[in-house]
């Protein structure tokens, strides 16, 4: 097995949306903002190179949608997917499956692009399945109205349209183990239904792809929680018990949107669990 960071693009969000109730004052220590509030935010999606199968986690915002709609999120930077897989040899071709945390637009946009002509919307990774789980899936095609503006259809429903969407198992509690994808399933329902964690074992570490479960490594302290999460108290806790596991059993977590620390490792503090080291993706998957 091998792992890759590809890089998806990078953009701004809102500092208040992403620390929800925690004063600026306290969050712009880790996160600073520019004059209009807005913090660096990466898509650092993950390949794993397994065998025949080529698994991609995520896919960012993507590129089809209009230049009104990319206004709002200050993109910056110019990195892209094809650029990124094509640096390690790769091609989107190639992808045999794409993983879905979930279905917000900035985690699936790029799963889905325009024909050549602009007239229909197809898969944008031809040969791969697209996997997510029944009960996110229904969440997201009936969406309630606070996420009803990031589950966008044109993202979503040409899987299902195209034949090539695919559900993993559910588990009985949080963690499904085995998965058909080879690794383990953390399912956290805090941010949004059945959000899926990938933990994948990989050279005697446990990697973790966070997601939006630990946005970022300012999210650490168990309060500072995204104004975007559907159910924070939920956050509260299953932050709690996954930085637990990851303090106790010194996991490697990957994380997806911090646009300046790639990996990180946590310790147990008298103030809770806290940063331990920050590492580069280089230094970890190589």
């Excluded at 990319?70 to 040899?89: R, T, V």
């Excluded at 197809?122 to 040969?127: L, V, W």
């Excluded at 259809?153 to 899987?159: K, S, T, V």
Aim: aromatic share 12%.
């Amino acid at each position: 097995m091998k792992l890759y960071p590809i890089q998806a693009g990078n953009f701004k969000l809102d500092g208040g949306a992403m620390f929800g109730v925690v004063p600026k004052s306290l969050w712009t220590r880790t996160n600073p903002a520019d004059a209009n509030n807005m913090i660096d935010i990466a898509a650092r999606c993950l390949l794993i190179e397994d065998g025949k199968r080529l698994i991609l986690i995520d896919t960012g915002m993507g590129d089809k949608q209009s230049d009104k709609f990319f206004g709002y999120y200050n993109l910056w930077g110019d990195d892209n997917i094809d650029k990124s897989l094509a640096k390690y040899g790769f091609h989107r071709d190639d992808i045999t499956d794409v993983f879905m945390t979930h279905l917000h637009f900035d985690h699936c946009g790029g799963c889905v692009k325009w024909n050549a002509d602009r007239t229909l919307l197809e898969p944008a990774f031809k040969n791969a399945h697209f996997w997510s789980n029944q009960k996110h899936w229904d969440w997201a095609t009936k969406p309630n109205r606070r996420e009803v503006a990031s589950f966008l259809e044109e993202n979503i429903l040409p899987m299902q349209e195209s034949g090539q969407l695919k559900f993993t198992g559910l588990p009985e509690s949080d963690l499904l183990e085995n998965s058909d994808l080879g690794f383990d399933i953390f399912f956290a329902n805090g941010h949004t239904e059945k959000q899926m964690i990938p933990i994948i074992n990989y050279k005697g570490k446990k990697i973790c792809f966070m997601a939006d479960l630990l946005p970022t490594a300012g999210h650490l302290p168990l309060p500072f929680v995204m104004g975007y999460d559907t159910r924070p108290l939920l956050t509260l806790d299953e932050k709690e018990k996954f930085l637990n596991l990851a303090a106790d059993n010194n996991y490697y977590l990957f994380l997806e949107h911090d646009a300046h620390n790639e990996i990180i490792t946590v310790k147990h503090t008298d103030k809770g669990v806290r940063l331990n080291e920050t590492f580069s993706c280089e230094s970890i998957l190589n």
